[in-house]
């Protein structure tokens, strides 16, 4: 594995975790962003507010990451414009398919023992692992 960093791992995930249980305990709300960001464009107007800061607190976070480390995070994308607009949208088909996406099923999913979440997750993972394993011999890594 390269780039393997524990710490900085660890707290990332505490934090998402955090973040998570902050949101139902304070909203009874379930921190999974693909309902985040659809309920802050189709939602009744008194509950996209929270939703909004919410969704810009995930576009801003690597601005702060800029500020405080004073670099940018490494960040390489190889894939044109035409494949990062097609994986977008079967993201967002696979998430309405799913009832969710990897972070509400996987983070607050599994923390609620959530049956549901457990199958999504299982899929997901499976999901993974095949792609990875189909697309790996093609592309030559």
């Known amino acids: 594995m390269e780039n393997f960093t524990p710490v900085s791992a660890s707290i ?9 249980v902050l949101l139902m305990a304070f909203h009874g709300r379930i921190a999974g962003i693909s309902g985040l960001f659809s309920g802050m464009v189709f939602s009744e107007a008194g509950d996209r507010l929270w939703r909004l800061f919410f969704v810009l607190g995930l576009i801003a976070a690597p601005l702060v990451y800029w500020l ?3 670099e940018r995070a490494p960040f390489d994308l190889q894939a044109g414009w035409p494949l990062i607009l ?3 949208l079967l993201v967002g088909f696979g998430t309405r398919l799913g009832s969710g996406c990897t972070s509400g099923h996987g983070v ?15 899929l997901f993972m499976a999901a993974g ?3 990875v394993a189909l697309i790996k011999p093609l592309i030559g890594a």
């Open 108 to 122: 607050c999913g599994l923390a609620r023992l959530s049956p549901r979440s457990m199958v999504s997750v299982a």
């Open 68 to 70: 405080v480390a004073g």
């Open 12 to 20: 990332g995930g505490a934090l998402i975790g955090l973040s998570a």
């Open 129 to 131: 692992m095949a792609t």
């Open 86 to 88: 097609a994986g977008g």
